[in-house]
T-cell receptor
Framework: GAVVSQHPSRVICKSGTSVKIECRSL??????MFWYRQFPKKSLMLMAT?????????EQGVEKDKFLINHASLTLSTLTVTSAHPEDSSFYIC????????????FGPGTRLTVL | GENVEQHPSTLSVQEGDSAVIKCTYS??????FPWYKQELGKRPQLIID?????GEKKDQRIAVTLNKTAKHFSLHITETQPEDSAVYFC???????????FGAGTQVVVTP
């Protein structure tokens, strides 16, 4: 099956610093990647949709200057949390889709971000 | 936009019994309905999905039914086992890029 990796799996940073999270599709070309945020015991909240070579489309209420998304190739998308604060602490998960008539999303293992 | 509601939020069943989770959606243009299983701290895993041109789909102990008219779909797990314990999410998509709207999730606990 399709494999999506995410790095790092866990990161602890100080308030005010920036953190970059990478999402890679290992064995397929991902026309679209998605970034989600998940709070404990809550559902996945879509943050943005990222298409290769285009600007990301952010969901309402998500600050694009705070959460920078880059989709430089068909196998890599990055999420940078800029000037992180404790309220940004969360589980961030990416997913990727091959596009076409099937919309199945393949999820990465997630990144646990803790901002001190 | 799409809104997906999921019930119940928690479900406790005895091993061997069946579990049913129900979801409703708002956008009649939605055409893809996946179900994901997520264990604590892990990624969501697709367990079954259904498209709008199909009313029912089964894969061993798992089945999904779709009622387009009523805009609801359900997950059925038969002969539950302790390893079925997890959080289950339904989702719906009407977007050409495959954007999913997730339900709130159901914590399923299967007791031996």
């Amino acid at each position: 099956g399709a494999v999506v990796s995410q790095h790092p799996s866990r990161v602890i940073c100080k308030s005010g610093t920036s953190v970059k999270i990478e999402c890679r599709s290992l064995d397929f070309q991902a026309t679209t990647m998605f970034w989600y945020r998940q709070f404990p015991k809550k559902s996945l909240m879509l943050m943005a949709t990222s298409n290769e070579g285009s600007k990301a489309t952010y969901e309402q209420g998500v600050e694009k200057d705070k959460f920078l998304i880059n989709h430089a190739s068909l196998t890599l998308s990055t999420l940078t949390v800029t000037s992180a604060h404790p309220e940004d602490s969360s589980f961030y998960i990416c997913s990727a889709t091959q596009g076409g008539s099937y919309n199945e999303q393949f999820f990465g293992p997630g990144t646990r971000l803790t901002v001190l | 936009g799409e809104n997906v509601e999921q019930h119940p939020s928690t479900l406790s069943v005895q091993e061997g019994d069946s579990a049913v989770i129900k979801c409703t959606y708002s956008d009649s243009a939605s055409n893809y309905f996946p179900w994901y299983k997520q264990e604590l701290g892990k990624r969501p895993q697709l367990i079954i999905d259904i498209r709008s041109n199909v009313g029912e789909k089964k894969d061993q102990r798992i089945a999904v039914t779709l009622n387009k008219t009523a805009k609801h779909f359900s997950l059925h797990i038969t002969e539950t086992q302790p390893e079925d314990s997890a959080v289950y999410f339904c989702a719906a998509s009407s977007d050409s890029w495959g954007k999913l709207q997730f339900g709130a999730g159901t914590q399923v606990v299967v007791t031996p």
